[in-house]
């Protein structure tokens, strides 16, 4: 049993499998049916979007869904090609090699392998905590900026101008033109404005249908085109059997071009894929392992490299779907390969007759909803900060490209929380008549005492910011000539760094000179620990107090109340 145990840690299928009932499979299995059908064309599209036969995208989505299953900690996460990341592997590999080349695909599995080492490697380190660099102002920044490129990038197969520009376009093939449009108003059509209607309606299953409307009006459409022998670009054929296996033939020099890549690739597929996983999991009342997500994550993408793919992460649709449709388990997901798979050696004459407009069209719908300006006014009007993060990060993305943009989003989050932090708040506080709280005099009515300024600090002490606070301070003193002591209240203070504390024994040694002492109050355990280790406390002529109340009663010299 308790080997079990310990297997169950690093293979959850371990425990899941076992408890396996009948019940569950009904819904595994209906599930699985409803994202395959959602996921055929989606592969195929994502795989033309990063630069890759189309049979890549089948690939990565047969043998990746099955390795997750062993290592997942989500019960419904649904994994596969992505527009995003498909975005972010052809903006690493553009400079690379010609485009639909033999050495492009080696060098995306080769893409998909890095990042799945990478990600597998934070996992089994226990490092999740290192994915929290990229905030959710630079994620959502960077997701709606590369939606833009995504946009811009598939106008072009859209309106059927790959070999021509689209003045010639529209002066000489305006039914490319006409086609393409119609197939993407027909897919908005049965996007939001479906589901809207049959909400409005009160129908059952009215998401779930709205999402699989759009993919009866591909076939329609892709039968359509067959039937009536409409001139339009189709994917054409490509091979239907199996993917092949073979490990990626890594080369240093390629190492040195694709780590960077490998891990942004990493790092933005899997904050999606967690951010919907955490989301499902709170609903169903289950918990999410985010460093065995990290593994699961990692293993699916070593995966794909092994199969002729590309990175993959989970999809916020396909997962909502999956969920929606009754998925009870991972094994959902192995059904979905299996049925794709099918798809692909029994159905790759009939794939290739999809119009290239219409999966254009597909993905620009995709791209559209990933534009989250409700979350830039919503961030910027909490703080600007945070709004600004997000902006920078898309315009980063849009004049530099995927990989740089991130990459400057993350720099300038760092920047922007390094800033917030070397600009703490510093209250002047007094004691709340008849109780022993102390409040920030500007904001209540309070209690105090001329030879005590009592200060409280919020934020923690460091290099950064220690010399902001010492001026501060001496700026607060300077306004207080009847003070004699100086009470720092650090309840709200987590850490003081060597910088700091040198800081405040300079700060006692130039308060000597006016008979100041600079006291303590409510100082955290683990403050306390590292002041112990050090000089501070012994260059300090004032006491360390367990509360605010308590320091004010003993150094303003009265028990009860203070002066106004």
Request: glycine share 6%; hydrophobic share 55%.
């Amino acid at each position: 049993m308790k080997a079990v145990r310990s297997l169950a840690k690093f293979f959850p299928i371990v425990q899941w499998l076992p408890q396996y009932q009948k019940k569950t499979f009904a819904g595994d299995l209906s599930a699985s049916l409803i994202v395959a059908v959602l996921l055929i064309p989606q592969s195929l599209a994502y795989a033309l979007l990063a630069g890759l036969p189309p049979q890549a995208g089948i690939y990565a989505s047969i043998l990746p869904l099955v390795v997750y299953a062993f290592f997942a900690s989500s019960m419904v996460q649904s994994v596969g090609p992505m527009a995003i990341s498909a975005v972010m592997t052809a903006s690493a590999l553009a400079p690379l090699a010609a485009l639909g080349s033999v050495e492009y695909s080696a060098l995306a599995a080769s893409l998909a392998l890095l990042s799945g080492l990478f990600l597998a490697a934070l996992g089994l380190l226990r490092l999740g905590f290192m994915t929290q660099l990229l905030s959710h102002p630079v994620i959502n920044g960077f997701t709606s900026g590369a939606a833009i490129l995504i946009i811009f990038g598939q106008t072009t197969p859209l309106l059927g101008a790959q070999e021509h520009t689209l003045q010639h376009v529209i002066m000489h093939q305006p039914h490319h033109l006409l086609f393409g449009l119609t197939c993407l108003a027909l897919l908005w059509l049965l996007g939001q404005p479906l589901n809207a209607l049959l909400l409005n309606k009160k129908v059952p299953h009215a998401p779930l249908i709205a999402k699989l409307s759009p993919l009866l009006l591909i076939l329609l459409i892709t039968a359509t085109v067959h039937g009536l022998n409409i001139q339009t670009r189709l994917i054409g054929p490509f091979p239907g059997q199996l993917p092949a296996f073979t490990w990626p033939d890594l080369h240093p020099n390629q190492l040195a071009r694709l780590w960077l890549p490998a891990i942004t690739i990493g790092l933005a597929g899997f904050l999606q894929s967690i951010t919907i996983a955490q989301s499902l999991a709170l609903k169903a009342r289950r918990n999410i392992d985010s460093n065995q997500e990290l593994i699961g994550l990692g293993a699916a993408n070593i995966a794909a490299a092994a199969s002729g793919g590309f990175p993959v992460s989970g999809g916020f649709s396909r997962t909502a779907v999956n969920a929606a449709s009754g998925a009870q388990t991972p094994l959902a997901g192995v059904m979905t390969a299996a049925w794709i798979a099918l798809a692909a050696h029994w159905l790759s004459d009939y794939l290739a007759l999809l119009p290239q407009a219409l999966l254009a069209a597909t993905i620009i719908l995709v791209a559209i909803r990933l534009i989250d300006f409700d979350f830039l006014i919503r961030s910027w009007r909490y703080d600007w900060r945070d709004g600004a993060a997000f902006i920078s990060t898309a315009i980063a993305v849009l004049l530099l490209g995927a990989m740089q943009g991130i990459v400057a989003g993350t720099g300038v989050s760092l920047i922007l929380f390094l800033y917030r932090s070397s600009q703490p708040h510093i209250a002047i506080v007094g004691r709340i008549a008849g109780t022993e709280h102390f409040r920030n005099i500007n904001r209540f009515t309070t209690q105090t005492c001329p030879s005590v300024v009592a200060i409280r600090i919020d934020e923690s002490l460091y290099f950064g910011n220690s010399a902001k606070i010492q001026a501060e301070l001496i700026q607060i003193l300077a306004q207080a000539p009847a003070a004699k002591h100086l009470l720092l209240i650090l309840s709200a203070v987590n850490s003081i760094d060597y910088s700091a504390m040198q800081a405040i024994s300079l700060l006692q040694e130039n308060l000597r000179v006016r008979q100041i002492k600079i006291h303590l109050a409510e100082v955290k355990g683990p403050v306390m620990d590292h002041l112990h280790r050090s000089e501070m406390l012994s260059t300090l002529d004032g006491e360390v107090f367990l509360s605010a109340h308590l320091a004010m009663q003993a150094l303003s010299g009265v028990s009860e109340d203070f002066s106004i």
